[in-house]
T-cell receptor, first 113, second 109 residues
Framework: ETGVTQTPRHLVMGMTNKKSLKCEQH?????MYWYKQSAKKPLELMFV???????ENNSVPSRFSPECPNSSHLFLHLHTLQPEDSALYLC????????????FGSGTRLTVV | KNEVEQSPQNLTAQEGEFITINCSYS?????LHWLQQHPGGGIVSLFM???GKKKHGRLIATINIQEKHSSLHITASHPRDSAVYIC???????????FGKGTLLTVNP
């Protein structure tokens, strides 16, 4: 365990389903991130939250909806996804938004059928 | 063209060999990270560099800011080193680490 916990580890969902990914950290970090990792591609930043406020939305489709209810928890709500959204979704945290001290979770492997 | 290029994409070695993975980047940066990703997905931060050289056990990371190049070396490689090694740089727009595609290392016993 790295200190950033993601659930579930694996998720299979249909294109009409609604599901949520959860990320939790108790490291006292103020910034949390969602990344998408598709096969053969670099990690792509999706969202950044700093002190529970969204500070970056990297042109992500609206079928992905993040939520940060407090500084320890981050959710990614999913609805009407497409098969091309199948990927590994990684959560990370850092003390503050910046270049230092990232801790990553183990990821959720999402398959859209 | 990705702003962060890693080479090689795939690397197979025999146990005990000295390993080098390279990372070149095209943007000005304030920090460079080397990350390790095992099968199953979890990512572990190995190093963060802004200049010079860092060493941790059998791992050594170097960076040349003028040449925009970094290398990760593994001495006396072991099968448990088998993983994807990812280079990431912080620079340019705010809040954004830019990642390379990774190097898949396989160390055979």
């Amino acid at each position: 365990e790295t200190g950033v916990t993601q659930t579930p580890r694996h998720l299979v969902m249909g294109m009409t389903n609604k599901k949520s990914l959860k990320c939790e950290q108790h490291l006292g970090h103020n910034a949390m991130y969602w990344y998408k990792q598709s096969a053969k591609k670099p990690l792509e930043l999706m969202f950044v939250y700093s002190l529970e406020e969204r500070v970056e939305n990297n042109s992500v489709p609206s079928r992905f909806s993040p939520e940060c209810p407090n500084s320890s928890h981050l959710f990614l709500h999913l609805h009407t996804l497409q098969p091309e959204d199948s990927a590994l979704y990684l959560c990370a945290s850092s003390q503050d938004p910046g270049p230092y001290g990232y801790t990553f979770g183990s990821g959720t492997r999402l398959t859209v059928v | 063209k990705n702003e962060v290029e890693q080479s090689p994409q795939n690397l197979t070695a025999q146990e005990g060999e000295f390993i080098t993975i390279n990372c070149s980047y095209s943007v000005g940066i304030s920090a460079l990270h080397w990350l390790q990703q095992h099968p199953g997905g979890g990512i572990v931060s190995l190093f963060m560099l802004s200049s010079g050289k860092k060493k941790h056990g059998r791992l050594i990371a170097t960076i040349n800011i003028q040449e925009k190049h970094s290398s990760l070396h593994i001495t006396a490689s072991h099968p448990r080193d088998s993983a994807v090694y990812i280079c990431a740089v912080w620079g340019g727009s705010n809040y954004k680490l830019t990642f390379g595609k990774g190097t898949l290392l396989t160390v055979n016993p």
